[in-house]
């Protein structure tokens, strides 16, 4: 597509269940990150993949977060047993080649609301 | 780890002037240092992207400046218009580091008519 797109916008969830995000890269971008966003507060990273593997999984909070790319493409950020602090914006981008020299492309963010 | 602080959280200018945003990084220096737009319920989109051996890029009315001895970059935008009201980030990387880009906390830029 032509940009990097992101589902569902909003998310509205209850305390203890699971959610998936999902992003569809830029095709042919090798290079895809999620980040998120809370409230005031700038961009924290989560985590990196280089086509399917994901070299750099430091940024993800707990055990509860988790994430896969399959194909080479589309990625899901999953949360499992959501807590209210989970509540932010979650980001996801993309760039052609790996370290963003080019700089990233990011979708519109899924708004993720843990009551 | 890196630590970045933008010069403040909010900067009102007048239309017509020129805006000056800070972005300072501490302990390691960056590889790249990008600054990236955020509207209100959008992601950021990418404006600029400067290297640790560029002093200064320039994109129609933006420049900036990367110091690595000051350990700071400058963002301009020069003719402000009403239009260039958003949020300002920069992002730097340390390739030693990682593959990821961090964020600093971003300023909010208002140009008034």
């Known amino acids: 597509g032509a940009g990097v797109s992101q589902s569902p916008s909003n998310k509205v969830t209850e305390k203890g269940k699971d959610v998936e995000l999902r992003c569809d890269p830029i095709?042919?971008?090798?290079?895809l990150y999620w980040y998120r966003q809370s409230l005031g507060q700038g961009l924290e990273f989560l985590i990196y993949?280089?086509?399917?593997?994901?070299?750099?999984k430091s940024g993800l909070p707990s055990d509860r977060f988790s994430a896969e790319r399959t194909g080479g493409s589309v990625s899901t950020l999953t949360i499992q047993r959501t807590q209210q602090e989970d509540s932010a914006v979650y980001l996801c981008?993309?760039?052609?080649?790996?370290?963003?020299?080019?700089?990233?492309?990011f979708g519109s963010g899924t708004r993720l609301t843990v009551v | 780890s890196q630590k970045i602080e933008q010069n403040s959280e909010a900067l009102n200018i007048q239309e017509g002037k020129t805006a000056t945003l800070t972005c300072n990084y501490t302990?390691?220096?960056?590889?790249?240092l990008q600054w990236y737009r955020q509207d209100p319920g959008r992601g950021p989109v990418f404006l600029l992207l400067?290297?640790?051996?560029?002093k200064e890029k320039r994109k129609e009315r933006l420049k900036v400046t990367f110091d690595t001895t000051l350990k700071q970059s400058l963002f301009h935008i020069t003719a402000s218009q009403p239009a260039d009201s958003a949020t300002y980030l920069c992002?730097?990387?340390?390739?030693?580091?990682?593959?990821?880009?961090?964020f600093g906390p971003g300023t909010r830029l208002s140009v008034l008519p």
């Open positions: 095709s042919g971008h090798t290079a």
């Open positions: 981008a993309s760039s052609l080649v790996k370290g963003g020299e080019y700089g990233y492309t």
């Open positions: 992002a730097l990387m340390v390739p030693d580091y990682g593959q990821n880009f961090v």
């Open positions: 302990n390691y220096s960056p590889a790249y």
């Open positions: 993949f280089q086509g399917n593997s994901a070299p750099d």
């Open positions: 400067i290297r640790e051996n560029e």
